[in-house]
Structure formats: structure tokens, C-alpha cells
């Protein structure tokens, strides 16, 4: 089967592991690339570039393919990052969440393909504004930040119908029955997170990894970025497992005081997650055991023996 993930990187399976600043480094991007997906690595609003560099490393081993997704929210205050990237020059890079035009033109100038998630019709102009290669279509359903706009399917469907660029299905995507859907619709493939953090390779401890496996629901909201003191445009909550912390400040946010903060701060030295956060989409509920990154692609593959 070719596509554009097939041609533009190499893809023999349409599956994007998208970046996840925290548990997506280096090592699950190599795994997932290794086994026919294309893997991206996430950084964090705070990752030093030769921080990105040393991820890139691990991300390139063995001539692995990898990309970078970049914070748009967090360029201007961390221009190391971009400038390793430019250096570094990964296959994709995706800029999100943001003004992303400043970023996506020192991209596409120096001939890095770039791309970005689009969570409502005003995002998809100012992607195309920019130039953007490739548009992910990022649901309500996914985990971690974006838009509360609108379902991945419905976003997926006007987006198909307003660009001619290559256009992936993000957000609630758990397995090839999701994948086959999305390719159905006319997506080039799937931009998945959530179903990939019950892997092995996914940096974090067990105690979270057993958590996500455990837990199935999961609430949207800026309680989290509030707890941290974050910087997150407001329009960008998080998509998080509910917990205590959470139903004690959601809708009330700006009323957190600094006690509680110091509550969140502590719960994630001591991994209590009764409070601390761990950021999953709706599909969490579909992790049942700790699997290779591997065994997930395979299973997402058999969307092309439908
Ligand atoms: C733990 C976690 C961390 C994330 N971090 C980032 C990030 O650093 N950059 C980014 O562009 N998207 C990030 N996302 C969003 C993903 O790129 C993607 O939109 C989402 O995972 C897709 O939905 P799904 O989780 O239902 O597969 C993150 C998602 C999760 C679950």
C-alpha cells in the first residue's frame, strides 16, 4: 500500500507514535520506527536542546527514522530547542499548540517537512497560512493538551473536505479497527498516543504504567498546567486520568492556592496518584497489559489485511 507516510518516511505500516514529552522519548520512537510506524519524540516546554540532542540520539539508532514535536506556546522562550532541531534535521517535525508561523517558516526554509495538530477549522487556516506539509486532525478524545473543540471523526471529515494536503486522524485511535476507519475516510493513517503508553519502552515507572492500565477515565482541563504554574494557552487544556486532585479544582482553577500546589508538587516526587497527574486519552481504557512497541504496531497492521 502506498501513501504519503509510505513515500514521504518510509512507513510500511500508516501509524504515527505521536510525540509525548514525558513517557514518548527517544527509545519508544526507535521501537516504533524499527517496527514499520514512524516515531516521534515529544519536548517538553522545559527540554534544554542538548537535551533534545541526546533524545535524537537514541531516537536515530541504527539509522532509525524519527521526528520531533515541538510546543509552538514555548519557542519564544526556549529558542535552543528549534535551533537543534534545524541542526539535527529530523524527518518531521511538528509544531503545535500556538502561533505556529514563525517556527514552521525557519522549518520549511531550511527543507524540514513539518507538521501540525489542528483541533478546530481556525487552526486548519492558519496551517495552511504557514505552509504546513502534513495536518493531523486531533480530536477531543486524544490524550494529553489540545483543543475541546470537536470528536476526531467529525474534525477528520471537514478537514478531508478543506485541504489537499496529507491529513492524519488523531485522537482516540486505539487499534486497527480505528486505523482501518480513519484510512476508510480518506486519512493517510493514524497519529496515536494513548495506545502506546502501556509499552515497555515508554518512559515511566511501573507504578504509573500500572495505574494507566488500571484506570480507565479521564477528564479534560487546565487543572494540571494551573498546579504546575505552565504557561499553556488556555485554549489548550490537558485530557488527564481523573483523580482526587482533579475533582477537587476542576472549574475552579484560578481559586488554587499555593498549599495545593505544593500538594501536587510533592505527589509527583512520591508518585501519588491520587493527585499527581498522568495525562491519557479517552482509549486509556483499552490498556489492559504492558506490551513492546512492537507487538502495538503489529497489532495496528492488520488494519491493511482488511
Ligand atoms: C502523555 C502524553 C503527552 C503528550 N505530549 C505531547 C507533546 O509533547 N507534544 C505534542 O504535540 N502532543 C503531545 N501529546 C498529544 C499527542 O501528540 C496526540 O495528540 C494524542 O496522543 C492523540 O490522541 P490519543 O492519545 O488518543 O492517541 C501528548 C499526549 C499524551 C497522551
Redesign the pocket.
Known amino acids: 500500500m502506498t501513501n504519503w507516510l509510505a513515500e514521504a518516511l518510509g512507513c510500511s505500516v500508516p501509524l504515527v507514535l ?7 522519548r527517544g527509545r519508544l520512537a526507535n521501537a516504533v520506527s524499527k517496527a514499520g510506524g514512524f516515531g516521534m519524540f ?3 516546554n522545559d527540554m534544554s536542546g542538548e537535551a533534545v540532542r541526546a533524545e535524537a540520539a537514541t531516537a536515530g539508532t541504527d539509522g532509525g527514522r524519527y521526528g520531533v ?3 509552538a506556546w514555548a519557542q519564544s522562550g526556549n529558542p535552543d530547542q528549534l535551533d537543534a532541531v534545524l541542526d539535527l534535521r529530523p524527518d518531521l517535525v ?1 509544531v ?2 500556538g502561533d505556529v508561523s514563525v517556527p514552521v517558516r525557519r522549518l520549511r526554509d531550511a527543507g524540514i517537512r513539518t507538521a501540525t ?1 489542528v483541533g478546530a477549522l481556525s487552526d486548519l487556516d492558519l496551517a495552511h497560512d504557514a505552509g504546513v506539509d502534513l495536518i ?1 486532525a ?2 477531543a ?6 483543543r475541546n473543540a470537536m470528536g476526531t471523526l467529525p474534525l477528520l471529515q471537514m478537514i478531508l473536505d478543506r485541504t489537499d494536503r496529507p491529513v492524519l486522524a ?5 487499534n486497527h479497527r480505528g486505523l482501518a476507519a480513519v484510512l476508510a475516510a480518506g486519512a493517510q493513517g493514524a ?5 502506546f ?1 502501556g509499552c515497555a519502552e515508554a518512559e515511566m515507572s511501573s507504578s504509573a504504567r500500572a495505574r494507566l492500565i488500571e484506570q480507565d477515565e479521564t477528564g479534560y482541563g487546565r487543572v494540571f498546567d494551573v498546579a504546575q504554574g505552565l504557561a499553556w494557552p488556555p485554549e489548550f487544556g490537558g ?1 488527564a486520568l481523573v483523580n482526587d486532585f482533579y475533582d477537587e479544582w476542576v472549574g475552579r482553577e484560578d481559586d488554587m492556592d499555593d498549599a495545593a500546589r505544593l500538594r501536587h508538587q510533592e505527589a509527583r516526587k512520591t508518585t501519588d496518584f491520587a493527585v499527581a497527574h ?6 486509556v481504557a483499552a490498556l489492559v497489559r504492558e506490551q513492546t512497541a512492537e507487538q502495538v504496531v503489529r497489532e495496528f497492521a492488520r488494519a491493511l489485511d482488511q
Open positions: 505521536a510525540p509525548m514529552a514525558g513517557p514518548g515529544g519536548v517538553g514535536g515541538l510546543l511538528s503545535s499548540f495538530q493531523v486531533r480530536g478524545e486524544g490524550g494529553g493538551h489540545g488523531a485522537g482516540g485511535i486505539l497519529w496515536v498516543g494513548t495506545a503508553l485530557r498522568l495525562y491519557a486519552g479517552e482509549g
